[in-house]
């Protein structure tokens, strides 16, 4: 059957599945609760026949053993078809929303007037360094993974004349570094948010707690760069300056620059800080605020810069062209929905468990807290995404009672998360980064970053440990 006939199908499931589950969030109708669990169903049929079911391998077999295993076990087949379908309704609606925060950030030159603007601050190959690890974690607010293209097509930009392994290992370590360490912290990226919310730890907490890492990692890149790079014999802050002052020389209109980075500033802690007061004050799941709280940030930027009609043009375009392709993730989700909804009719989380327990008895020394993050690593490097892994592993925590604060198992799991980031070469932002500077995923990863990543989790694992320990 032709895609074009397929697509609408598909859009049509998603849009209704999004709409109908703000709508019964707040008013519960039986009816539209059906309807949901129908378009719920639509969005994996249609995307095993948009996508292929080769292409779509992945989220059909999660869905399909949740099938089977409600097929097995002594419970409802219809009731845990509907469970499994509606398992995961936040993420798909946080997933339909998220890749809408891009809209703002392509309206005005953001990037280039920030380069423009600190030049004086980035004018060495460290600060430099510092500022692409920092600014990927802040563009990574707004466009999740798709920060890595892009902060590295800008950074190319201007380091044009530049050329070689030495070079593409100082940009790529930069942006791939910052982007693992944006999954501690970053509230709009969807992995983050779902553990903080599955684990019932506090947003505020685990925000602080995942920035302080964040710094900390962002100064080890920091120290690491010199070290790595030595053996290219490349002066770095003398080609750095080069391109500076020529980017310099064509800088023209000050003022317009200076605005357009105190809009930028205002973009992000108007965003940030929304999510941030509104967890607090009102009573809302963080994975249905987030969203909601975008599409008005979105509505009241248009507004505030009078392009509404620009805004309809944008989402009809989003919807026309750009939702049925991006609906991979949403695929897999419901697929990872009916998983975790069917293992919680099994005793795998209490088998998990013992195991767990089993290897503690063993060897006394090691608690969960050291394993979480090799339990997403290992996923990690059996293809899974960082928001796939992050889905099931907290899924089967949330049935288990751990004797840890919950921010604490927060941060070891989303550092397990940063550091498949850094070395799973068949994870998205390992392979979208080697597509952009041409070397391979395992130079990208394992040999660029694996130094990085031990000392990075035996940094972080040390304060985990020690925290466990006075609050234990």
Known sequence: MSKQYISPALVICIIGFTIIHF???????ELLLTLLIFFGFGIILFGAIYYGPLHLKMPLGLFLTGVIIFLSVDTSFLAGMREGLLQMRNMVGLLVVIPMVSWVLREEAFLESAISYA?????????????????????????????????????????????????????????????????????????????????GASLWKSIVQGLGVAVLGTIVAILFFPLENRKYQVNFTRGLQHEIDEIMRHTKNKRETKRIVREFILLFVSLFGSIFILSAWINMELLVLIPL??????????????????????????????????????????????????????????????????????????????????????????????????????????????????????????????????????????????????????????????????VLYVLVMTYIQVMAYITG
């Open 119 to 199: 030049h004086d601050f980035v004018d060495t190959s460290k600060k430099f360094y510092f500022g692409m690890v920092s600014f990927t974690q802040i563009i990574a607010y707004f466009l999740l993974f798709g920060a890595i293209p892009m902060i590295y097509q800008f950074v190319s930009m201007i380091l044009k004349d530049e050329k070689g392994e030495a070079w593409e290992r100082y940009k790529g370590t930069a942006i791939l570094r910052g982007f693992a360490l944006s999954v501690l912290w970053v509230v709009s990226i969807p992995s983050f948010a779902y553990v903080v919310e599955a684990m």
């Open 293 to 454: 709280v975008i599409l008005m940030w979105i509505l009241c930027y248009y507004i505030v810069k009078r392009r509404l009609y620009k805004l309809t043009q944008i989402a009809s375009l989003y919807i026309k062209e750009e939702m049925a392709s991006k609906s991979y993730q949403l695929c897999v989700m419901i697929g990872a929905g009916m998983l975790i909804a069917g293992l919680t009719k099994t005793g795998f989380a209490g088998w998990v468990v013992n195991s767990l327990y089993a290897l503690e008895a063993v060897a006394p020394f090691i608690n969960l807290l050291y394993l979480l993050p090799f339990m997403v690593i290992i996923l990690g490097f059996a293809g899974l995404g960082p928001l796939t892994v992050m889905v099931l592993v907290a899924g089967i925590l949330q049935s288990i009672q751990l004797p840890y604060a919950p921010e604490l198992i927060v941060l070891a799991v989303t550092l397990g998360s940063s550091l498949s980031i850094l070395l799973s070469p068949v994870i998205m932002p390992l392979i979208v980064l080697s597509d952009s500077n041409g070397l391979s995923s395992f130079k990208n990863g394992f040999q660029f970053n694996g130094v990085f990543a031990v």
């Open 23 to 29: 709508i019964t969030y707040f008013f519960h109708v």
